[in-house]
């Protein structure tokens, strides 16, 4: 009997889906670490309780992760004498919640010694954050192995940066073979919480385009509120990404850019190509809040599944800070 085509498309993404998760899957513990994930979140619910923020600091740091030789942990690697490591490259220096990373893996070291990479535990820890102050949840695809290697020019020239058009952005995220969906959906995600400091937008706001001008694709009225808040030559000032709704996971991110008050210039600049712009329109009330965490949550895993080590490449760090 012929298989009907909706089921035959069916079966067929659900194969490419096993495919390109390169081997992940969300059970890959099941026998080695059960308690894995129940260990990560009670460890993890500890800090977000006393301290929110770092919701937004767990999830910025997997995105930074990710996007250099792929989840494998790389960010987590502390310098040494013969080396300088992502976390000490200029883009990354603002990351912070590095202790709550190794506080967790301690937590399931003492349960399951030598079994879980620092990767997958970076990938919970984002999940279990998000979903501690309000946003989705979502399965996480398990398995990555940990990566030897950590080099502050690679994360310098391959990250996304705050000032990108969206055809450097679109092509940023194609490297990775992510969508322009995904882009305006982990743009979203990614900046519906947390905050930045003042010396992020300063070219924005005093010299945009070398005479003393602020980017006229930023509301005026935003314009003069920044400025109250940041001196031209303020350097640590911290500001919200989502002035109002900042430890909020919500859509609120996409109501300010389609007032053009978007802090970055890559939040601008979703309202320049049609598909972000349309994104951006359909998303920017509160109704369409279960669509937009049922999007991030596809997102998620996708972003999770870049260029991930796993049987036996890699390794799988004793303390996540230092290669073994």
């Known amino acids: 009997m012929a298989i009907p085509k909706l089921v035959l498309a069916s079966i067929l993404l659900f194969v490419l889906q096993q495919v390109n998760s390169q081997g992940l899957k969300a059970d890959f513990y099941k026998k080695t670490c059960p308690s894995l994930e129940s260990v990560v979140h009670a460890t993890t619910a500890r800090y977000i309780s006393r301290m929110p923020s770092l919701a937004a600091a767990l999830l910025r740091m997997h995105f930074h992760d990710c996007f250099i030789r792929g989840c494998d942990g790389s960010v987590l690697i502390s310098s040494t004498s013969n080396n300088t490591a ?5 883009p990354n220096l603002s990351l912070r919640g ?3 990373i190794d506080i967790v893996k301690s937590a399931v070291e003492k349960q399951c010694p030598g079994r879980v990479s620092c990767a997958d535990i970076l990938a919970l820890v984002a999940r279990d954050a998000v979903s501690l102050i309000n946003g989705p949840s979502w399965s996480v695809p398990l398995g990555r192995r940990d990566g030897r290697v950590s080099n502050a020019t690679e994360a310098l020239f391959g990250l996304p940066a705050p000032f990108f058009n969206a055809t450097q952005l679109i092509a940023s995220f194609a490297s990775k073979n992510l969508t322009v969906k995904d882009l305006v959906v982990l743009s979203g995600g990614g900046h519906t919480i947390g905050f930045s400091q003042c010396s992020t937008i300063r070219t924005r706001l005093y010299n945009f385009t070398g005479v003393g001008d602020s980017d006229p694709s930023m509301d005026p009225n935003y314009v003069s509120a920044l400025k109250r808040k940041c001196s031209p030559t303020d350097k640590t000032s911290i500001i919200q990404m989502d002035p109002g709704s900042s430890q909020f996971f919500d859509v609120n991110y996409y109501a300010t850019v389609e007032k053009r008050r978007g802090l970055f210039q890559s939040d601008a600049a979703l309202l320049t190509n049609n598909e972000t712009n349309a994104y951006v329109t359909k998303h920017s009330t ?7 965490f049922k999007d991030f949550a596809t997102s998620m895993v996708k972003m999770g599944n870049i260029q991930v080590l796993t049987g036996s490449a890699g390794e799988i760090r004793r303390i996540c800070s230092a290669i073994n």
Do not use: L, P, R
Request: avoid cysteine; charge should be negative; hydrophobic fraction near 40%.
């Open 86 to 90: 992502e976390k000490d490259s200029i």
């Open 98 to 100: 590095f202790q709550v």
């Open 286 to 292: 509160s109704s369409a809040t279960m669509s937009f």
